[in-house]
């Protein structure tokens, strides 16, 4: 069978053949909105059970987890901790904070600490964290900070876009960006699920 290649001789320049206007467009546009719809991907149960299940277990609300698996494509593997996030003001963190983190199962826990919090320190007092280093200061060039951010990740050996970045400031929410993390989340948020 061959192609008729000749041009449509209704169509003038800057047509983009498109549908026409003729009858039949209302049924046309029926079947080509259902056909859309039909590719619209649709989790199988048990995966969907799974994967709230593994919501759970990070201390994620389900929209949250779901989101980030969206846009990275991977599992959240590890969360990435400020001092501010983490309500540390000594070495040791308040006891609602350590008992989340406790409860955190299959990802790693780092945290990024601002001076004069000394990350030998607050490592020795808090062994649920994996990994403890300083934080990038606000005087920090945007280099130096994403050196440092991806520096604890790599140290860890996880893949940067599989970590959640969870802080209080703006200037923790530029470590998302700076060290192509999965994502930020803010501190009250990410903890407000034990909240009363």
Request: net charge positive; glycine share 6%; charged share 25%.
């Amino acid at each position: 069978m061959q192609t008729d290649l000749t041009p449509n001789p209704r169509a003038i320049p800057g047509h983009n053949n498109g549908p026409t206007m003729e009858r039949g467009f209302a049924y046309r546009k029926h079947c080509w909105t259902k056909a859309r719809r039909a590719l619209v991907p649709t989790l199988p149960l048990m995966v969907l059970k799974m994967r709230v299940a593994r919501a759970k277990e990070l201390g994620l609300d389900y929209k949250t987890y779901a989101g980030v698996r969206a846009s990275t494509g991977r599992d959240v593997i590890g969360f990435l901790f400020s001092s501010n996030a983490l309500r540390l003001v000594k070495t040791t963190m308040p006891e609602e904070r350590l008992k989340d983190l406790s409860a955190i199962r299959d990802a790693g826990k780092l945290a990024l600490v601002h001076p004069p919090l000394a990350p030998a320190d607050i490592a020795a007092a808090n062994p649920v964290l994996d990994a403890v280093a300083a934080a990038p200061l606000f005087t920090d060039s945007w280099s130096a900070a994403r050196d440092q951010v991806r520096a604890i990740i790599l140290d860890q050996r996880l893949p940067s876009d599989g970590v959640l970045v969870i802080g209080d400031t703006s200037l923790e929410r530029g470590w998302a960006d700076a060290g192509r993390t999965a994502g930020y989340l803010p501190a009250a948020r990410y903890f407000e699920r034990t909240a009363p």
